[in-house]
Each structure stands twice: as C-alpha cells, then as structure tokens.
C-alpha cells in the first residue's frame, strides 16, 4: 500500500525558507514521478512541481525561480526547498506520486506551510 508522509511545514516569516520533506514508501519510488501540490481553503488544489524518474523538473510560474523539487531515491523521499517565501504561499502543501505509465496519483495527508508578514 503507497504511504506518503510530508513534514517540515511550519510558520515562517515573509522572505525566509522552508524545506519539506514526502517519505514514500509501499512503491518502487525510484520510477514514480513525484511532486508537491498546495491547497487554501475555499480553492481548487494548485500544482506546485513535480520531478520525473529521470529528474526532469517543472515548475508552477508562480513558485518558479524560489522553490526547487529534489529526490533522493536511496531515502525514497521527495524535498521541496522553498525560498524568499510570500504571504501568498501559505497553504496546506501535498505530497503526490504518479506510478511509472499510469497517471492515477497517491496523496499524502498534507503539511501545513504558514507565511507571515
């Protein structure tokens, strides 16, 4: 069964950092594309990034040039490095992984990301 476990949100002030963490497990991580999604209340979820097998990235415009999407398949876990961050990126973030030549995705429960002013 795929678990996914995200830690590391937090309070943080506007300009600061954070770094979130997704460990997988019940999957063989190394061939699934991973990534991060947020959500706000009152709003449809929004892609973030995401890293293929291959460590090709993407990026939201939104977040681009300011977040970076790493993996590291010996740990089986997916980081989010989140940098000069904006009151607008407060949200609930969620970890996703899309099995190799499927586009089902697993969610993981989500992490709490707070930016303050």
């Known amino acids: 069964q795929v678990q996914l476990v995200e830690s590391g949100g937090g309070l943080v002030q506007a300009g600061g950092s954070l770094r979130l963490s997704c460990a997988a497990s019940?999957?063989?991580?190394?061939?699934?594309?991973m990534g991060w999604s947020r959500q706000t209340p009152g709003k449809q979820r929004e892609w973030v990034a995401r890293?293929?097998?291959?460590?090709?990235?993407n990026y939201a415009d939104s977040v681009k040039g300011r977040f970076t999407i790493t993996r590291d398949n010996a740990k089986n876990t997916v980081y989010l490095h989140m940098n000069s961050l904006k009151v607008e990126d407060t949200a609930v973030y969620y970890c996703f992984s899309i099995p190799f030549g499927t586009s089902v995705p697993s969610w993981g429960q989500g992490t709490q990301v707070t930016v303050s002013s």
């Open positions: 890293i293929t097998s291959s460590g090709t990235t």
């Open positions: 019940g999957m063989i991580f190394s061939i699934n594309t």
